[in-house]
T-cell receptor, first 114, second 113 residues
Framework: AQTVTQSQPEMSVQEAETVTLSCTYD???????LFWYKQPPSRQMILVIR??????QNATENRFSVNFQKAAKSFSLKISDSQLGDAAMYFCAYKVTSGSRLTFGEGTQLTVNP | DTAVSQTPKYLVTQMGNDKSIKCEQN?????MYWYKQDSKKFLKIMFSYNNKELIINETVPNRFSPKSPDKAHLNLHINSLELGDSAVYFC????????????FGPGTRLTVT
C-alpha cells in the first residue's frame, strides 16, 4: 500500500523568507503523480503544485517549487518570499497514474510571522 | 459559478439520527469522490463514483451510503450517527477516473452530539 509521510507537524517562517516542507512516500509503482495541497482556515482544499513522476524537471508555480527526488521517494515544497496568506495546513498527496485514489500525508501547519 | 458545492456547510445533530450531505459539480466531470477529514486533519478517501457507478469503496461502516442520481451529483447518507462520525466531509470531482487533478468542495463540518 502506498503511504505518504510528512514529518513536520508544524513549521514557521518569517514573512519574505523561504521555507521548505518535507514529504516522503512509499510506493512500488513507477508512474504516479505527486501534489501539494493548501488548506487555509477557510477549509477549502487548494491545489498548489503537481509533479508527474516521469518528469525529471522539478515543477514550479510562481513562488512555489518542488524538489522531487524519485530514487529517494522525496517530494519537498519550497515557498519563496513567504506571504501572510501562505499560512495554512499543507498536505502532500500521491496518486498512481492508473488509479483515482488520492493518498494524503498527515499535513504540516505553516505559520507565517510578520 | 461555484465548481463543486456542498450542502450544508455545517451540520450539528444528535447521536442516532440519520442525515444527508449533498454535493453538486458544474464542471462536467464524470468522477466524484467523498473524503473524510478527521479531528487530526487526516484526509482519507471513502467512496468514488464514475458515471454513477461505484468504483472505490473503502472500509467504511455500512451506515454510510453514497448515492449518485446523475454524474453531476453525489450525495452521502449516514444512518444512526455516532460521535466518531464527527468530521469534515469533502466532496471532489475529476474529469475522468484517471485524471490527475481533483477539485474539492468547501467541505461539510458534521458535529454529532
Amino acid at each position: 500500500a502506498q503511504t505518504v509521510t510528512q514529518s513536520q507537524p508544524e513549521m514557521s517562517v518569517q514573512e519574505a523568507e523561504t521555507v521548505t516542507l518535507s514529504c516522503t512516500y512509499d510506493t512500488s509503482e513507477s508512474d504516479y503523480y505527486l501534489f501539494w495541497y493548501k488548506q487555509p482556515p477557510s477549509r477549502q482544499m487548494i491545489l498548489v503544485i503537481r509533479q508527474e513522476a516521469y518528469k525529471q524537471q522539478n515543477a514550479t508555480e510562481n513562488r512555489f517549487s518542488v524538489n522531487f527526488q524519485k530514487a529517494a521517494k522525496s517530494f519537498s515544497l519550497k515557498i519563496s518570499d513567504s506571504q501572510l496568506g501562505d499560512a495554512a495546513m499543507y498536505f502532500c498527496a500521491y496518486k498512481v497514474t492508473s488509479g483515482s485514489r488520492l493518498t494524503f500525508g498527515e499535513g504540516t501547519q505553516l505559520t507565517v510571522n510578520p | 459559478d461555484t465548481a463543486v458545492s456542498q450542502t450544508p456547510k455545517y451540520l450539528v445533530t444528535q447521536m442516532g439520527n440519520d442525515k444527508s450531505i449533498k454535493c453538486e459539480q458544474n464542471l462536467g466531470h464524470d468522477t466524484m469522490y467523498w473524503y473524510k477529514q478527521d479531528s487530526k486533519k487526516f484526509l482519507k478517501i471513502m467512496f468514488s463514483y464514475n458515471n454513477k457507478e461505484l468504483i472505490i469503496n473503502e472500509t467504511v461502516p455500512n451506515r454510510f451510503s453514497p448515492k449518485s442520481p446523475d454524474k453531476a451529483h453525489l450525495n452521502l447518507h449516514i444512518n444512526s450517527l455516532e460521535l466518531g462520525d464527527s468530521a469534515v466531509y469533502f466532496c471532489a470531482s475529476s474529469q475522468a477516473t484517471l485524471a490527475e487533478e481533483q477539485y474539492f468542495g468547501p467541505g461539510t463540518r458534521l458535529t454529532v452530539t
